[in-house]
Each structure stands twice: as C-alpha cells, then as structure tokens.
C-alpha cells in the first residue's frame, strides 16, 4: 500500500511459552477503516496493546506514519497520533467532560508549577468543537461522567480521539455493552470520522456492524493473521469459517 498510516512486520508478542502474537503483518491506509476480528484469545486485544504502547513486543516493527517507532507506552503512542478507545473507557467518573477529554493534557492559563492555574474557558471551547467534529450530543458538558448512561460514557471516550490531531483512531469493542439505540450512535460516529477521512481500526465482533462499517476485514486466529478480505469480496460465512478454522490452507503472513 503506497499511502500507509500504519505498518505492522513480523510483530510477535510471548508470555513466556506462549506464543500470543506471531509474525503479524498488517497494514492500514490513510482514510481507511479495517475491522480485526477473531475468538477470544486469538490475539487481536495483544496486537492492539502492541501498537497502541501498552506493551513492548517480543520482535518485529512498527511503523506509523512512514517512522519505525518504538512505543514504550500508551502517551508515546498518544503524542505521535494513535488514539485509542479502549473497552474500559479509562474515564475519570468524578470529573466532567471537559476535564476528562483532557486528562493529562490540561490547558494552563498560568504556569505557576503545583499551583498552576487550568484554562478552563479554552478547554470547554475545544471540548465543544471535539463534539461537533464526531457529532456526539451531550446535554450538560458540566456533569460528571458517574451520572451519564453507558453510552454517553462511549461518546465521551470517542469524542476525546478528536480533540486532538489524532492521526489514527483505534476502537476495542465500542458498543459491546451498549443497547441498540446507543450502539446506533457510537457508529453514526465512526461514520462522521470515515467521511473526515481518519482512518481506524475497529476490533469487533458484530458481523453487522463490521460489514456496515469496515472496508476490510482482517481476522485474527491463535495469534496468527489467517486472512485480510475486502468486505465486497466476501461475506459473514466466509468470515466465520476463518475464525473457526474450518478454512484451513488459508494463513499467510500478510494483510495489506
């Protein structure tokens, strides 16, 4: 792929004897939305910690915006661009939305060392552009993230990738707890995000979803990438069938 955000070679990650990620070789083009797909324990959430800084590989190379890169840990990543919406939000419940979009990357007005003083005006305002931009509603920006629904909660986490100039937005399972009319909005947000052209990766494991998000389909198995398919080159059987095993002979070392 000629115009690449995000390259994986031969990415492997081991807990001692077992070999959770082995020789991962991905791709990812700029303005391009990818869903990973696998069982649980087929090594999707390991690559994603690998890429995303939360931990170090065994060996291999990443390669993000044309630099070979080496995270050593999630604010590396974040300061090169790599935005990440983990399943466990990572929010502050007693704050509110401004300070958690914001969570440490404050606004200072006054630089006075412990007793630095927030620019709390600037940090509303971009707040409010970061939910325009990703079309998140939230009625009250000032109350606390304890007293939002599930789903304002997402929309909160989602809303934090565009508030900075993220270059690559990853979502682990965004709507996994979410009913159907908050799921309906996490993804009108994905949608708002492809139409700016930020490309994504989503791990998922709503075939719907992925067909009607993704424009291609990279499916994790035993810690191996064993097929990269074009969502219009196939379909939820085939899909399925990789992620079981039951297409054997298919594994190769790519997905670009």
Excluded at 31 to 44: F, P, R, T
Excluded at 80 to 88: N, P, R
Excluded at 193 to 222: C, T, Y
Excluded at 241 to 255: C, L, M
Aim: aromatic residues 6%; hydrophobic residues 40%; proline residues 3%.
């Amino acid at each position: 792929m000629t115009d690449c955000i995000l390259e994986t070679r031969g990415l492997t990650k081991h807990y001692g004897g077992v070999h959770a990620l082995t020789e991962a070789n991905f791709t990812l083009g700029r303005g391009e939305h990818v869903a990973i797909m696998g069982d649980n324990g087929a090594g999707k959430s390991t690559f994603v910690r690998q890429i995303t800084g939360v931990e170090m590989p065994t060996r291999g190379q990443i390669v993000f915006d044309g630099v070979a890169r080496t995270f050593t840990s999630p604010i590396e990543a974040r300061e090169a661009g790599i935005e990440t919406v983990f399943q466990t939000l990572a929010l502050a419940d007693d704050l509110d939305v401004p300070a958690n979009l914001f969570l440490g990357r404050e606004k200072i007005r006054f630089n006075l060392g412990p007793f630095s003083i927030l620019d709390k005006k600037a940090m509303r305002e971009a707040t409010l552009a970061a939910l325009q931009k990703t079309g998140v509603k939230i009625p009250h920006l000032m109350n606390t993230i304890r007293n939002m629904s599930g789903g304002q909660r997402q929309c909160v986490a989602i809303a934090r990738t565009a508030a900075f100039k993220s270059k690559l937005v990853i979502m682990d399972e965004p709507t996994a707890a979410l009913g159907v009319q908050e799921t309906a909005q996490v993804e009108n947000i994905i949608r708002t995000l492809k139409e700016a052209g930020e490309p994504l990766i989503l791990v998922s494991h709503n075939m719907r979803q992925v067909f009607d998000l993704a424009d291609r389909i990279v499916v994790f198995r035993r810690g191996r990438i064993v097929a990269n398919l074009r969502k219009e080159d196939t379909d939820s059987q085939d899909v399925v069938a990789h992620i079981t095993g039951a297409k054997t002979g298919s594994e190769f070392e790519g997905a670009a």
